[in-house]
């Protein structure tokens, strides 16, 4: 397995992690035994890096990775990483209510957490949406007393803008940003990844399939189950989804002609733009694991990246990235 650093006071992880939110929870039903399989293959993979959240199906997820670890043969445990995002605040029914960032909750989320991943401490913690109600250097202060009491290694950040970055960089070392970042979701490069490289933070870059969009396996006419949070997204809807998959349709002939498949391409493009990325796949079976791993093995030579910009140029998907009132939490796109 190939490894990276995330930024200059990270951890060294795998070159790919493992984004586990949908074995739990927004996309449609799941599969336990599935689930523990595929996270049991990462890690014999040699994947180090498990992304989880502790409101991704209200702790399922991250009770689902202790079982897995448990499970695992002791090498593959202890080789394990695991990036916990919380914060975010939910409803019996599933809803959203909002962020709490305030030092205290902070620690409070921290201990439930460590509880039920069974683990002594947290590799990497962050807020999973800058909560507007509490400077980010009391959240970011709150982590770092978790750090100076061991609970927690590295403290990371979740979807921020260069100036909120740059704010919470004086507080304490921050190792990493966490944010979309793929073919279709190119924001991060006018402001936010040229701050994170002058701060030395290292970027995980979750939706580098768009959510399944540019993976090569989703078709026009697929119908999403209730409880899919895709049906709810602006790229999945209507003609949006139509001139999305037009894009698809152009990435995969580059594909063909090398030989590998769109969604390896798309991850490979995200793995070309810098030494200082970590792209989460969010493999739920491990046939999309197998596939998604494959990237690794794909060099893209000049003139593949500049018949990838051809195709896919930057800006060219249709729809924002989330429904209205979800872009309105993000401090990444304000």
């Known amino acids: 397995m190939q490894t990276r650093t995330l930024g200059t006071t990270g951890p060294q992880t795998s070159a790919l992690g493992l984004g586990c939110m949908g074995m739990s929870a927004l996309y449609g039903d799941t599969d336990r035994s ?13 994947v180090t890096l498990l992304d989880t959240g502790d ?64 683990t002594d401490h947290i590799d990497i913690y962050r807020i999973a949406r800058v909560d507007p109600d509490v400077p980010i250097e009391e959240t970011v202060g709150a982590i770092a007393e978790l750090v100076e009491a061991g609970h927690v290694r590295h403290i990371g950040l979740s979807e921020v803008g260069a100036e909120t970055l740059r704010r919470a960089a004086a507080v304490a070392p921050i190792s990493d940003l966490q944010i979309e970042y793929s073919l279709i979701s190119r924001g991060i490069e006018e402001a936010i990844l040229p701050a994170a490289r002058e701060l030395g933070i290292g970027v995980t870059a979750y939706g580098v399939l768009s959510r399944g969009l540019i993976s090569g396996h989703f ?13 709810m997204s602006p ?13 698809v349709d152009a990435l995969r002939k580059i594909a063909e002609q090398k030989g590998v498949s769109v969604a390896q391409t798309a991850i490979a493009w995200v793995l070309s733009r810098g030494e200082d990325i970590v792209p989460l796949v969010g493999a739920r079976r491990r046939d999309r694991l197998t ?44």
């Open 219 to 231: 078709s026009r006419d697929r119908k999403l189950a209730a409880n899919d949070f895709r049906g």
């Open 55 to 118: 409101f991704y199906g209200m702790g399922h997820n991250e009770l689902l990775i202790n079982e897995a670890l448990r499970t695992a043969p002791a090498a593959a445990r202890e080789k394990a990483q695991i990036s916990v995002k919380f914060g975010a605040l939910r409803t019996v029914e599933g809803g959203f209510t909002g962020y709490d960032g305030r030092p205290n909750a902070v620690k409070n989320f921290a201990a439930y957490s460590l509880q039920r991943l069974g």
């Open 235 to 247: 790229r999945f809807q209507g003609e949006n989804l139509d001139r999305n998959l037009d894009l």
């Open 291 to 334: 596939e998604a791993l494959g990237a690794l093995d794909v060099t893209l030579d000049s003139d593949d990246l500049s018949a990838i910009e051809r195709a896919v140029p930057p800006g060219a998907a249709a729809g924002d990235r989330y429904p209205t009132d979800q872009m309105a939490h993000l401090d990444s796109e304000h």
């Open 34 to 46: 599935e689930s523990i399989a595929t996270l049991h293959a990462a890690l014999d993979a040699g």
